[in-house]
């Protein structure tokens, strides 16, 4: 099945710093990788997400890019604020039968200092 | 438009008990998704539900199970409760099967089972 790989496990940043959190996957036929930001006793988030029929996505101070040939993608902040304090989790799926599960990476503990 | 909803928001059983937790999907949305948050753990699928049947089953024993009802609302069973049952549970929900190819999930707040 599908395995997620997501580091570091934890970053911590000055705030105005960019933080970067970097995911791999295992399974070839996946095409959509979500990301979550998940804050201190609440469910997680979805930011943003990209299909893998695009190579970068951006959403103000948040983009995301795909390298479909190495199996990674990443999730670029900018201009970070401690506001943006939280795990994030990346995640990747497949269309098919298993449409529908999500797999998670471990989580990013992200710190942001002001 | 209101998000996803769970209860109960906290639920504490002792070992061998039974637990049924509740969702609430958003409006329009038919399919349910149920995944568990261990401690220190990242979120594992636990079922997918849509349009009343069960789509897809994660690597858990059969204890678990659930359903979904008319109104697209779900329920999820935990039977013969341990101790490692203990974690936080998400549901998510999304639009359904029928001309999706991507499928965004959005999570509820999450129930928080403790066992005893």
């Known amino acids: 099945g599908e395995n997620v790989e997501q580091h570091p496990s934890t970053l911590s940043v000055q705030e105005g710093d960019s933080a970067v959190i970097k995911c791999t996957y295992s399974d070839s036929a996946s095409n959509y990788f979500p990301w979550y930001k998940q804050e201190l006793g609440k469910g997680p988030q979805l930011i943003i997400d990209i299909r893998s029929n695009v190579g970068e996505k951006k959403d103000q101070r948040i983009a995301v890019t795909l390298n479909k040939t190495a199996k990674h993608f990443s999730l670029h902040i900018t201009e970070t604020q401690p506001e943006d304090s939280a795990v994030y989790f990346c995640a990747a799926s497949r269309g098919g039968t298993s449409y529908g599960k999500l797999t998670f990476g471990q989580g990013t503990i992200l710190t942001v200092h002001p | 438009e209101a998000g996803v909803t769970q209860s109960p928001t906290h639920l504490i059983k002792t070992r061998g008990q039974q637990a049924t937790l509740r969702c609430s999907p958003i409006s329009g949305h038919t399919s349910v998704y149920w995944y568990q948050q261990a401690l220190g753990l990242g979120l594992q699928f636990l079922l997918w539900?849509?349009?009343?049947?069960?789509?897809n089953r994660g690597n858990f024993p059969p204890r678990f199970s659930g359903r979904q009802f008319p109104n697209y609302s779900s329920e999820l069973n935990v039977n013969a409760l341990e101790l490692e049952d203990s974690a936080l549970y998400l549901c998510a929900s999304s639009r359904g099967l029928a001309g999706v190819s991507y499928n965004e999930q959005f999570f509820g707040p999450g129930t928080r089972l403790t066992v005893l």
């Open positions: 539900y849509d349009e009343g049947e069960e789509r």
